[in-house]
């Protein structure tokens, strides 16, 4: 028997192995992109020059996130739709990977002066999500980010990202804005939503769509309580059926970003428009 050649067929397979490991993550890119490229060929396209040395300074890109983008947001409505593919992130991939969709994270953006009356600050757009980056949020649950704040934050943390606005067909009337308005301060004070952990999300989004089966095991899983639990399109649905864009029997948990990207939800939401931020 030949030990040297066995060995090298051995110590080769496991190099092998390393590396399809380490690029696990670019090969579940490069096959998501492949699989909805004609989604992404849809998409309307706008360039942003964003400076290499500007990306260095949160403040400066702040700033300079809120002059570029301007122009995009005074042509969208409040409540619109922000879309995120994060291709830095090894679990956001395996994620994305699992739930067979093109983004892993779904905010609404909401215009300046959105709030009527509150303390919040809303004279530069914002955002009402559930992330897990708490930017400049205090609280375990949903809640609202300066837009180019949390932009400018996330593109540093994972410089590897897709970005997408999915505008509304129509604006919210008055009643909608009102609705909206209360909905989120009210769930901001109640502080009862908390963001769920990465095992609970894939739980909850399976156990409520392919293997419901399993539902009466969630106590033991210690998930007894998921009404209680939230997750960005989770957030959004809750939402959008608080103001009438969604259908109330639609299941909150068995949502993802996708549900909100083209060509889904084409009744309430128009024009997928990708951000590509260039040097």
Not at 11 to 27: D, V
Not at 35 to 52: D, E, G, M, T
Not at 75 to 100: A, C, E, W, Y
Request: proline share 4%; hydrophobic share 40%.
């Amino acid at each position: 028997m030949d030990y040297t050649k066995i060995f090298l067929i051995i110590f080769f397979l496991i190099i092998f192995l390393i590396l399809l490991i380490l690029n696990l993550k670019y090969l579940i890119t490069l096959k998501s992109n492949f699989k909805h490229r004609v989604a992404w060929r849809n998409c309307k396209k706008l360039k942003i020059s964003i400076p290499i040395e500007k990306r260095n300074n949160l403040k400066e890109l702040e700033k300079l996130l809120e002059k570029k983008l301007k122009k995009v947001l005074d042509k969208i409505h409040s409540g619109s739709i922000l879309l995120i593919q994060n291709n830095s992130d090894p679990v956001s991939i395996f994620m994305r990977l699992g739930i067979t969709g093109r983004f892993s994270h779904s905010a609404i953006i909401l215009k300046p002066n959105f709030f009527k009356e509150s303390h919040i600050d809303n004279e530069t757009p914002l955002l009402w999500q559930a992330a897990g980056e708490k930017i400049c949020s205090r609280n375990s649950g949903p809640d609202i980010h300066s837009l180019c704040e949390f932009l400018s934050v996330y593109m540093t943390l994972y410089p590897n990202c897709r970005y997408a606005i999915r505008n509304l067909s129509n604006p919210l009337n008055i009643d909608q804005s009102l609705s909206l308005e209360d909905f989120i301060l009210t769930t901001i004070k109640q502080k009862k939503l908390v963001f769920v952990s990465n095992f609970e999300m894939f739980w909850c989004f399976y156990t409520e769509t392919l293997f419901r089966f399993l539902l009466p095991l969630d106590p033991y899983m210690k998930i007894s309580k998921k009404c209680d639990l939230t997750f960005c399109s989770k957030l959004i649905t809750e939402t959008y059926q608080h103001i009438g864009l969604v259908d109330k029997n639609v299941n909150s948990f068995a949502t993802t970003p996708n549900y909100f990207s083209f060509p889904n939800s084409n009744n309430i939401l128009i024009d997928e428009t990708e951000i590509i931020f260039t040097p």
